[in-house]
């Protein structure tokens, strides 16, 4: 998802600002959110075709 991209992607630019000033306690937060945000945006559009299925599946049954 666009939004899981777009947060990866600040959190890298953050991580590159702090790793200029030398070390930092911020850095190993900030490349775990973006390593987080990453994960999700590759995982979450599979997780929503799951969903979407068992929806579906839902929804037959309550009509049959």
Excluded: C
């Amino acid at each position: 998802m666009a939004v899981y991209q777009e947060q990866a992607t600040l959190f890298r630019e953050g991580l590159n600002a702090l790793k200029d000033n030398g070390p930092d306690s911020r850095i190993s937060l900030l490349e775990e959110s973006a390593a987080l945000a990453e994960f999700l945006a590759e995982q979450i559009p599979a997780l929503h075709q799951e969903w979407e299925k068992r929806r579906d599946a839902l929804r037959f049954n309550r009509e049959h």
